[in-house]
């Protein structure tokens, strides 16, 4: 493994100085190369006089095998200067030695070119440093320095050859034997003996006494044989060769090959020995002496490369089943393998530790043969999923088969993975690791019990808020409801504002309840926004003007400005922009409501700026001041400035905290600066983009958007009110009657359900329900759930919420329960008014005028009167008693002296209706065949406004009349019967016209 990481290493050494494009040429370059041209120059002039001397000493060219080895291990940073003074020393020793300096030139291009294309391939394919103890490395050095190089050298120097009237391609072919030779011979030796010096510390000192008796056993033998020649023994010395590749590694080997060569040569020279005894010439005795050389190289040199490889693998074996001893005795997990057939092949030590049993135990048994009743389901549901195929991986908790020695339960947690083959990747059994969790299972337990705790504390926390809304909404229900009904009689200016300052008031503080029941959902982060656009100025001027009366009352002066930036005109549009109006309102209040109870004497400033996607609110005030060590304190939960604040001013000390945690949430800041005896700054800052004007209409109602939904809405309509309390029961009901309706009450959910079902039973059933919540013995949920499952549905009889509980989550109740819409307490006028435009059917109102029954039955028409308990139904009145507010059923009879505009649009509609009317009697529209859809339903739609506001005025003949002469518009009855219906209606109204005029002229 180590091997091959440092293979690694080196290829990427190698890449680096491949892609070198212009290394530096130094000092050490030069000297480096300079030493090297002069081994170079030594070892060529050597070569070349002993060539001349006798052939036979110069079978192997040394100088370059010298050059490469240098190379491959002294790697330069820049090797052109070790090319260039080589290429010289070449020369100059050819030339020395009587060769031609033209020839000489071409014979050193030719050993540069043999160095630079080894040395360039070598390094290719074996890195910057090959191993020549690989056998991979090897073959491809003997492939590059045996052939490859000493060719392309032996081909220049050919051409020198034959210039010189030389044999060529005799003298080329010994040419590239005697450079092969030195080659193969020399690079690996030297190569080998280089990285043996270089690891001498960290390889084992080895017998050395028995390497070097080897050795001169070897080289003795090699004498041996050639000293005599009687007989051919050269096959006698591979065999010693292979003996030191099996013993003295590839080093010994190149050693003994470098040894058996010099031996050979020289004992051949001096004319002994099998080859000189062939009778050979010359030149034959070289090339059977290289042979001889070559061969011995090839086969002692990669047998000990072989070795080599296969120590190294034994060594990498060795090393990983310790490093995997060192695991499986060490680790903490128990880990076992099963194969494909589910038996334990392999459990560690360490399953003593965490299953407390044996190892031995666990061989050959199945998983399912030691496992506890509790966790035999989830560990057979796992092992099946992984055999299968359905997953590879699988974790999973489950109890000990042994519990611990007091008793108690021990949880073991299992990491289970396929194990696969890598080859071929098939499943081969199953590796599973197992720890000891039982800590944190027990934790868990802990942690599970507290949760539910927690969760049980926050139901009833939230049962609690419930209830508590429920019970502070029913008691504002009536104050708020009461005020309302006030504010429709007939006051003086400073009761009217008195009152319309209750209603005000009391809105606030259910919007602080609602607020102030959201600060544990703002804890939660359960709390949610709702952004939209609005006035921003009507807003603050609002917050102002509810807590001016209470700065008047201690004579502070109250403030309230926009600041304008420069050049900026006062746009009224400009004010709108979008964010939660809720939460908004309820922060300005806690600011100017503190800012008024702090403040003893002087002055409260209100003002805020709009820019564009954001606005700031200022709130100065002359108060008492924060010190500056408790300015972040003010903002925590029950926490005022001093400590005698809460005794001076009262409170809680939560208003600023809930308008910080609102404020983050709207996604803006709130800066303070204050000095005790000076005075506050509280700056809110928020993002909001500008808005478009969106002027909705407001829960109170003026007098024309009172005449509009009064206009469209049907009356005497029969509504079940069910409520449980006596205040409810008894607004709710005069806000009906006001509305024109007819009230029946049931007290609880089970009255509520005998009534609607007997209603049904007789042909009478009720046109809406109201249906309070929170009742006793049967709630508004179950009471509406079984009048669903009876089959009542809703296009049958809506039925909408009445109830205190204003949470979302209650409205999503009441619609699950089957109910249509929902009113929250206090109950607004306006909300109920547009609740009842919304849900109540328009109906028809039987009169005197009764037309005859054939023509009744022949257009399938059933008119009925509404009717009501007799305690609760709305008394009748006489038709013309305008001023009778028992038969008023509208908040405007009492203000009608007041409101003469209304009075005015009264009669002007009136008379547009009755005119439309007689406009169709006197063309015979009516009595023909030929009124286009359009103008029925034009028609109808102009004489249900008259049916839906004429008894507000008094008028409820006529408004029944229009009611009929609708309906048989809608439903095509005959043209005789149309055309009886408006002529009574006609009659009516010219009947009631001086009246008109005398209310036109009030």
């Known amino acids: 493994m180590e091997r091959i990481i440092e293979r690694v290493k080196t290829v990427k050494d190698d890449l680096s100085v491949i892609r070198r494009s212009s ?174 010096w270089q690891e001498r510390n960290a390889r084992p000192a080895g017998n050395w006494l028995e390497r070097l008796s080897l050795l001169a056993g070897g080289v003795a033998c090699v004498f041996l044989v050639f000293k005599q020649d009687a007989y051919p023994l050269l096959f006698l ?257 400073d009761q009217r504002r008195q009152t319309e300052m209750i209603v005000q008031s009391g809105r606030s503080m259910m919007l602080l309840l609602n607020d102030i029941l959201d600060l544990s959902k703002v804890e939660a982060g359960q709390i949610s926004i709702d952004r939209g656009s609005i006035d921003l100025h009507a807003t603050l001027s609002d917050c102002v003007a509810l807590q001016r009366p209470n700065a008047e009352k201690k004579g502070l002066k109250l403030r309230f400005e926009r600041e304008l930036h420069d050049n900026e005109a006062s746009d009224p549009d400009s004010n709108w922009v979008i964010t939660d109006g809720l939460r908004l309102r309820q922060i300005v209040l806690n600011l100017v409501g503190n800012a008024v109870k702090f403040t003893e004497t002087g002055l409260i400033h209100v003002s805020y700026r709009v820019d564009q996607d954001q606005i700031s609110i200022r709130v100065m005030d002359t108060g008492i001041g924060i010190s500056e060590s408790r300015i972040d304190s003010v903002f925590l939960p029950f926490t005022q400035g001093e400590s005698d604040t809460a005794r001076r001013f009262g409170g809680t000390g939560l208003g600023l905290t809930i308008s910080r945690q609102l404020t983050e949430l709207l996604g803006g800041f709130i800066e303070l600066e204050s000095k005790p005896g000076v005075g506050s700054s509280f700056t809110l800052t928020l993002p909001a983009p500008r808005g478009t004007p969106d002027r909705e209409p407001s829960g109170e109602l003026s007098g024309s958007d009172t005449l509009n939904i009064f206009s469209e809405m049907p009356h005497h309509a029969r509504i079940l009110l069910a409520e449980d309390h006596d205040v409810n029961r008894m607004l709710a009901t005069e806000m009906l009657e006001r509305c024109g309706q007819s009230v029946a009450i049931a007290h609880d959910g089970n009255e509520a359900i005998s009534m609607v079902i007997d209603s049904m039973m007789r042909g009478a059933p009720y046109d809406l329900v109201l249906m309070d919540i929170q009742m006793p013995g049967c709630d508004g949920y179950a009471a509406t759930r079984t009048i669903r499952a009876e089959g009542i549905l809703p296009d049958l009889l809506p039925i909408i919420a009445l109830t205190a509980n204003a949470f979302p989550e209650d409205i999503a109740a009441a619609r699950a329960a089957g109910m249509q819409g929902h009113l929250s307490k206090p109950l607004v006028f306006a909300d109920l008014a547009r609740a009842l435009q919304r849900w109540l059917p328009t109906r028809i109102i039987e009169n005197e005028f009764e037309p005859d029954a054939s023509h009744a039955r022949s257009a399938g028409q059933t008119a009925q009167a509404p009717s009501a308990s007799p305690a609760h139904a709305a008394p009748e009145a006489e038709p013309h008693d305008i001023a009778d507010a028992n038969d008023d059923h509208s908040a405007f009879v009492n203000k009608r002296r007041q409101s003469p505009m209304l009075v005015r649009r009264w009669l002007e509609r009136r008379g547009e209706a009755v005119e439309a009317v007689r406009a169709a009697a006197l063309t015979g529209s009516l009595t023909g065949e030929d009124m286009n859809k359009h103008e029925r339903e034009t028609l109808a739609r102009t004489v249900h406004k008259l049916a839906g506001t004429a008894a507000m005025f008094g008028e409820e003949e006529l408004g029944t009349q229009a009611s009929a002469l609708e309906r048989a518009l809608r439903t095509k009855v005959s043209g005789t019967i149309q055309n009886a219906l408006a002529d009574k209606l006609l009659e009516l109204a010219d009947r009631d016209q001086s009246e008109g005029q005398e209310l036109r002229e009030a």
């Open 23 to 196: 290394p530096d040429i130094n000092r050490a370059c030069i000297l480096w190369g300079a030493a090297g041209a002069i081994v170079f120059f030594v070892l060529a002039m050597t070569s070349l006089s002993l060539f001349r001397f006798d052939s036979m000493l110069a079978s192997v060219w040394v100088p370059n095998a010298a050059a490469v080895a240098c190379l491959l291990r002294a790697r330069p940073s820049n090797e052109i200067p070790f090319y260039t003074f080589v290429f010289f020393a070449g020369i100059l020793a050819n030339f020395l030695s009587g060769t031609p300096l033209a020839t000489a030139a071409i014979y050193s291009v030719a050993n540069i070119a043999d160095i630079a294309i080894v040395v360039f391939l070598t390094r290719r394919g074996s890195g910057l440093r090959p191993d020549m103890s690989h056998l991979p490395d090897l073959g491809r050095f003997i492939w590059v320095g045996g052939l490859i190089g000493p060719a392309t050298s032996a081909l220049i120097s050919s051409t020198a050859m034959l210039v010189d009237d030389q044999a060529g391609g005799l003298g080329a072919i010994a040419w590239l034997i005697t450079d092969a030779m030195g080659m193969v011979l020399i690079v690996p030796t030297a190569l080998l003996a280089f990285d043996a």
């Open 237 to 493: 010395i591979p065999p010693i060769t292979l003996l030191h590749a099996f013993r003295l590694g590839s080093l010994g080997t190149g050693l003994c090959v470098v040894g058996l060569a010099f031996v050979a040569s020289f004992m051949t020279w001096a004319g002994t020995g099998p080859i000189y005894a062939a009778g050979l010439s010359l030149a034959s005795q070289v090339h059977m002496l290289q042979s001889f050389i070559a061969a011995n190289f090839l086969t002692g040199l990669p047998v000990a490369a072989i070795l080599a490889g296969q120590q190294r693998i034994m060594i990498d074996l060795e090393t990983g089943k310790r490093q995997i001893d060192l695991l499986a005795d060490n680790i903490t997990d128990a880990v076992l393998r099963f194969d494909t057939d589910g038996r334990c092949t392999y459990a560690s030590p360490s399953v003593r530790d965490v299953l407390d049993e044996e190892p031995e135990t666990f061989i050959g048994r199945f998983p399912t043969d030691r496992m506890h009743d509790d966790a035999r389901e989830t560990i057979s549901l796992a092992q099946n999923r992984l055999t299968s195929g359905q997953s590879d991986k699988e974790r999973f908790t489950y109890r000990r088969f042994l519990d611990a020695a007091d008793g108690t339960a021990v949880f073991i947690e299992a990491d289970c993975a396929l194990a696969r083959n890598p080859a071929t990747g098939e499943h081969e059994g199953i590796v599973v690791s197992a720890r000891d969790v039982t800590e944190r299972v027990e934790l868990e337990m802990l942690l599970t019990r507290a949760r539910r705790a927690a969760e049980n504390a926050a139901n009833a926390k939230s049962e609690f808020l419930a209830n508590m809304s429920h019970e502070i909404r029913t008691p504002m229900n009536g104050v708020l409801g009461f005020a309302e009904l006030m504010l429709q009689g007939d006051l003086d200016e």
